[in-house]
């Protein structure tokens, strides 16, 4: 939610600007802007309504001058429409200081009204410019940028990753952070600033993370972290596992494509160095060792497809390790009061890392006494840091807004999770875990088989249906989750209506939906496990066709029951049954994109989302 990128340098500041925000625009896009201290020490901004295209083409037509140092903003609206005047860069001290946030401040309404009352005027309907104004005010008081900022951070409530530069202090900018992200970019002779590393990439994979209430100055030659009271903070540096190329669409016509593409490499990446001698090795847990033995329950907590795949976790955590779990929305847990207690592992699942929602439970369920755990995709994030223990998916970048790899990597993590937990309860046997690991490790090469053979026929499907107001998905069990992902990548990127429901509740409401011609995905089970839900599942599809639906199967190959009820099989590769809905997304990923593509909608920036959710 908003994209923020800071630079100091001999470079040029336009050129790093543009580029990081473009890597930063899935964050938000529906307005940018820079602001440049030019060589004559002229601070010169430039900030339009739209994607960053138009801000580039605007900057082409009629350029300013380049300069040292300077900030750039993407932004996701909240407080105020999608305006030129609303964008940011924010002016402060008389147009001498310029200021981008991310974040919301909450208490921005009596912080204006203060303004307004000593005579401000306000130029825009954001919070960001009650901060800008506010910062000015301290610089014209301290003629100091750092104690200017230092000065206003603890008035402000909320969330907030503030940039701010100002003309007298060319070769500067300072930046703070309070439950919104922040990564310093450390070059040689130039520094950098992001709201993920993506944001400079290009120009150094050297890294380092700041911390909650902390403030951070950057000069080309040297870096300043501060905690809110201006005590020194040594800040932990990191290398970027990841270089630029991974974040480029190189040559596809989309990130989404790309990420589908990648989905294999997704789930072998995560595996990787965590199978040692048929056993789940997995060092990051270390901080928890003592208390995985005695936990009586877990909760997942997560948003949106994060916690579809924290509905899987849920199923293999159950059957593998015996534990108690529940799944819950993030945004959910912490206003029902939860029963917690230091044998409860709070498990959060979030590709960013930086979801404001998740962010509060974590931090809800840590001051309750439980145990934390995150399963994160971004280095360097808060929810790890904020967490008693991370896991990592190695994903890479997922810049396509709606998340593909991130979904099954998340759900490997969780399954290397279960078979530890069953390890460390002493409640599989040797053969059990080797079993289950080798099916993990069966899975990359499986998905790039599916990706492989379904993408074309997917493609002519959702060619079709263009004009298709409504698609239902079904499943039973494991492809429960797998129905609310298919129809949650459909409404978000082809904006039509579409649902994903229990195979087994149709018949207690939904089934009045059914009629002619209305398109229903099912997930079908695997008919090879004995008390396979497969022939229920098939009961479910003779019922809807019944009632004139048309039906698009997504069943295991060699499964022939299902043929004569289904106008179109989608085959996936034999697989056990907790690891076969991480091949039966696939095909749902692919329709998603393939059907907004056919619709001639943006695939990888949905209108009206952002990809890093930060405010709750
Ligand atoms: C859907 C999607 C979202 C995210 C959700 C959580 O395609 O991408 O539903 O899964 O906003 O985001 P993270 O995983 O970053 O916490």
Redesign the pocket.
């Known amino acids: 939610m908003c994209g923020i990128v800071g630079y100091v340098g001999p470079g040029s500041s336009i050129d790093v600007l543009l580029g990081g925000l473009k890597r930063l625009e899935y964050r938000g896009y529906d307005s940018a802007g820079v602001a440049i201290l030019d060589e004559s020490g002229e601070l010169a901004t430039r900030k339009r309504a739209g994607k960053l295209s138009v801000l580039t083409d605007d900057l082409q037509e009629a350029p300013i001058a380049d300069g040292r140092t300077g900030i750039g903003h993407t932004r996701w609206a909240t407080h105020g429409g999608p305006t030129d005047g609303n964008a940011h860069p924010h002016l402060g001290d008389g147009g001498r200081l310029a200021l981008i946030h991310n974040g919301i401040i909450e208490n921005f309404a009596e912080l204006k009204q203060e303004l307004l009352d000593a005579g401000e005027a306000f130029e825009s309907e954001t919070d960001t410019e009650v901060a800008a104004l506010l910062v000015g005010r301290a610089y014209r008081e301290t003629g100091d940028l750092q104690a200017a900022l230092r000065s206003v951070v603890n008035r402000l409530d909320g969330a907030f990753t503030l940039l701010v530069m100002h003309r007298d202090e060319p070769g500067v900018v300072v930046g703070a952070r309070r439950n919104s992200p922040l990564v310093i970019g450390l070059g040689d002779g130039e520094n950098f600033l992001g709201s993920d590393v993506a944001a400079f990439v290009e120009h150094t994979r050297r890294a380092m993370e700041i911390g909650q209430d902390q403030l951070v100055a950057i000069r080309p030659d040297s870096v300043e972290v501060t905690d809110f009271a201006g005590a020194p903070v040594e800040a932990k540096e990191f290398e970027v596992a990841w270089d630029a190329s991974a974040a480029e669409k190189g040559g596809w016509p989309s990130f989404m494509k790309k990420e589908i593409s990648e989905e294999p490499d997704a789930v072998a990446n995560t595996l990787r160095g965590r199978i040692v001698d048929g056993a789940v090795v997995l060092p990051e847990l270390e901080p928890l060792a003592g208390a995985l033995a005695d936990i009586d329950r877990i909760i997942v907590i ?6 579809y795949a924290g509905m899987l976790g849920k199923y293999a955590i159950e059957a593998w390790a015996r534990v108690p779990v529940d799944v819950e929305l993030s945004h959910e847990f912490r206003y029902r009061d939860p029963v917690l207690t230091s044998r409860t592992l709070v498990v959060s ?7 404001m929602d ?1 962010l509060m439970a974590v931090k809800y369920a840590r001051e309750a006494g439980a145990r934390t755990l995150s399963i994160c ?1 971004a280095q360097g994030a808060t929810i790890p840091r904020e967490s008693d223990a991370v896991l990592y998916t190695h994903a890479g970048p997922e810049v396509a ?4 790899k ?2 099954v990597a ?1 759900a490997t993590a969780l399954y290397l999770l279960a078979l530890h937990l069953a390890e460390v309860r002493g409640v599989s046997t040797e053969e059990q875990a080797a079993e289950r690991l080798e099916e993990l490790q069966a899975l990359p090469e499986k998905l790039a088989a599916v990706v492989e053979s379904s993408s074309a026929r997917i493609a002519e499907l959702a060619g079709w249906m263009g004009d298709t107001q409504s698609v239902l998905f079904l499943g039973r069990h494991v492809g429960y989750p797998i129905a609310l992902e298919g129809a ?2 459909l409404k ?1 990127l082809a904006y039509i209506h579409a649902e994903g429901f229990a195979a087994g509740e149709l018949k207690h409401g939904p089934i009045a939906l059914i009629e002619p011609g209305q398109v229903v995905f099912v997930v079908v089970p695997s008919p090879r496990e004995p008390s396979s839900l497969h022939p229920k599942v098939v009961s479910n599809i003779q019922e809807i066709r019944a009632r004139g639906a048309r039906v698009i199967a997504i069943a295991e190959l060699g499964d022939v029951a299902v043929v004569p009820f289904a106008d179109e099989v989608i085959r996936i590769p034999l697989a056990a049954p907790l690891v076969e809905p991480l091949l039966a997304v696939v095909p749902l990923h692919i329709f998603g994109m393939e059907l907004a593509a056919a619709k001639g909608l943006d695939v990888d920036q949905p209108r009206n989302l952002a ?3 930060t405010v709750e």
Not at 302 to 307: E, H, I, K, R, V
Not at 401 to 404: D, E, G, L, Q, W
């Open positions: 997560a948003c949106g497809t994060a916690s699942v979030s590709q960013s890392g930086e979801t998740t995709n807004v709606a998340s593909t991130a979904f998340q949650l990548k978000e990809k890093s959710v």
